[in-house]
């Protein structure tokens, strides 16, 4: 079975663009998670989302960011504008439920670089 | 609140030698789960072992074992006979019964010599 899929894999753009991660959950998984990971401030959790709805998006850094889950196996997460400081890589993860026993399952994450 | 703690920034290991890389965690949750993730330089996050609280022995997946101290909130990692493949940073989670989301340690990084 396919593990949680994300692109694109590697991102290069300027300060100001629009910049779109995409993800793809693994089949049968009811949460979806977006982190971003950088050497400053560690892996933080950004937004989560449990059946398709966002649960707690208060780790979304400002309202240049936006998360959608159109559906079961689709999550996007949006930065617009971009900035230098949006630098880091970006995991998506996804569990089965929220059940302390439930593993979260990482995809390869998106490099981002703003210049 | 519930907080992972891994006072261990860096560890140099001697190939083939034993590995313990240290965990303590604080919850109020009388259930939840504990994790390790590796994270090698190529930057992905991979699972490695999962620890219940309320499970008897200690977990076990191939040469990974989980040392678990319920009493003393310890979770800490064992890799036995370690390989240079084993090079990379380690982090501790924890996922309480009452909380969607897993909380994660700041990491270890080792470093396997040959």
């Known amino acids: 079975d396919a593990g949680v899929i994300q692109s694109p894999r590697h991102e290069v753009t300027e300060m100001g663009q629009e910049v779109t991660l995409r993800c793809k959950p693994i089949s049968g998984h009811d949460y979806l998670f977006w982190y971003r990971q950088t050497m400053m401030r560690g892996l933080e959790l950004l937004i989560y989302?449990?059946?398709?709805?966002?649960?707690?998006d208060s780790g979304m850094p400002e309202d240049r960011f936006s998360a959608k889950m159109p559906n079961a196996s689709f999550s996007t997460l949006k930065i617009q504008p971009s900035e230098p400081r949006d630098s880091a890589v970006y995991f998506c993860?996804?569990?089965?439920?929220?059940?302390?026993?439930?593993?979260?399952?990482f995809g390869p994450g998106t490099r981002l670089l703003v210049l | 609140a519930q907080k992972i703690t891994q006072t261990q920034p860096g560890m140099f290991v001697q190939e083939k030698e034993a590995v313990t890389l240290d965990c303590t965690y604080d919850t109020s949750d009388p259930s939840y789960g504990l994790f390790w993730y590796k994270q090698p330089s190529s930057g992905e996050m991979i699972f490695l072992i999962y620890q219940g609280s309320y499970d008897q022995q200690n977990a076990t997946e191939g040469r990974y074992s989980l040392n678990f101290q319920k009493a003393r909130k310890s979770a800490n990692l064992v890799i036995s006979a370690s390989q240079l493949g084993d090079s990379a940073m380690y982090f501790c989670?924890?996922?309480?019964?009452?909380?969607?989301?897993?909380?994660f340690g700041k990491g270890t990084r080792l470093h396997i010599l040959p």
């Open positions: 989670a924890m996922r309480g019964a009452r909380d969607d989301k897993i909380i």
């Open positions: 989302f449990n059946n398709n709805v966002p649960i707690d």
């Open positions: 993860a996804s569990s089965f439920s929220a059940g302390p026993q439930e593993t979260q399952y």
